[in-house]
Antibody
Framework: QVTLKESGPVLVKPTETLTLTCTVS??????????VSWIRQPPGKALEWLAH???????SYSTSLKSRLTISKDTSKSQVVLTLTNMDPVDTATYYC??????????????WGQGTLVTVSS | EIVLTQSPDTLSLSPGERATLSCRAS???????LAWYQQKPGQAPRLLIY???SRATGIPDRFSGSGSGTDFTLTISRLEPEDFAVYYC??????????FGQGTKVEIK
C-alpha cells in the first residue's frame, strides 16, 4: 500500500525557513521509476508545483521560487525534505507531496499525501 | 512558462448530465504529460487522467480525456453525485516550470 505523509510546523514567522518532510511507504525512493514532487495550494486558490526529485537525484524547481527552495532525499529513511527560506504570509498554503511514477513514456503523479497547512504569521 | 487556462470557471449541471471541461495551453504540450485531477473540499487532488487520455487506476469509465497540442478536454459522460468537485489540468513536460490550470468547479444546478 502506497502512502505519503507530510510533516512539519503548522505556524512559521515571516523571514523564517520552512522545513517539510514527506515520509513515504509502499515504494522505495531508490526505485529508478520513482520520484517525489511537492505542490502547494493557498487557501481557496489553485495548485502550484514547487519541486521534484527522482531516484538518481535529478532535481527541478519552480522558476519563481528557485532561489528559496531546496529539495533532498534520504533513501534509507524513505523521506524527502523540502526547505523554503525567507517565508512570507503569501506562502501560507497547504503543502502536498506526491509520488511521481514513470510508466513507459508517461509520468504520473499517482499518489498524494493528505497535505499539511502551513500558516505564516508573526 | 506554459499557462493553462481552464474554462469555464464554474459549470452548473444536474446529475446525469454530461460535463465538458476545457484546458487550453499557451504553448504546445506533449500529450504524454497532460493530466487531470479531481479535488473535493478538504482533500488532496486525485489523479483521473494522465497522458491526456489514459484513465488512472480505479477511475470509472465515465471519465475520459482527449486533445493534443494546446487544446485538451475532460469529459464526464453522466454526472454522479460524487463527481461534483473542482477539476484541475496540469502539464509537466520538458518545459519547466510544471503548471496547473486555475480549476473548473462542477456544481449541482
Amino acid at each position: 500500500q502506497v502512502t505519503l505523509k507530510e510533516s512539519g510546523p503548522v505556524l512559521v514567522k515571516p523571514t523564517e525557513t520552512l522545513t517539510l518532510t514527506c515520509t513515504v511507504s509502499g515504494f522505495s525512493l531508490s526505485n529508478a521509476r520513482m520520484g517525489v514532487s511537492w505542490i502547494r495550494q493557498p487557501p481557496g486558490k489553485a495548485l502550484e508545483w514547487l519541486a521534484h526529485i527522482f531516484s538518481n537525484d535529478e532535481k527541478s524547481y519552480s522558476t519563481s521560487l528557485k532561489s528559496r527552495l531546496t529539495i533532498s532525499k534520504d533513501t534509507s529513511k524513505s523521506q524527502v525534505v523540502l526547505t523554503l527560506t525567507n517565508m512570507d504570509p503569501v506562502d501560507t498554503a497547504t503543502y502536498y507531496c506526491a509520488r511521481l511514477r514513470r510508466d513507459g513514456y508517461n509520468l504520473l503523479f499517482d499518489y498524494w499525501g493528505q497535505g499539511t497547512l502551513v500558516t505564516v504569521s508573526s | 512558462e506554459i499557462v493553462l487556462t481552464q474554462s469555464p470557471d464554474t459549470l452548473s449541471l444536474s446529475p446525469g448530465e454530461r460535463a465538458t471541461l476545457s484546458c487550453r495551453a499557451s504553448q504546445s504540450v506533449s500529450s504524454s504529460y497532460l493530466a487531470w485531477y479531481q479535488q473535493k473540499p478538504g482533500q488532496a487532488p486525485r489523479l483521473l487522467i494522465y497522458g491526456a487520455s489514459s484513465r488512472a487506476t480505479g477511475i470509472p469509465d465515465r471519465f475520459s480525456g482527449s486533445g493534443s497540442g494546446t487544446d485538451f478536454t475532460l469529459t464526464i459522460s453522466r454526472l454522479e453525485p460524487e463527481d461534483f468537485a473542482v477539476y484541475y489540468c496540469q502539464q509537466y513536460g520538458s518545459s519547466l516550470p510544471w503548471t496547473f490550470g486555475q480549476g473548473t468547479k462542477v456544481e449541482i444546478k
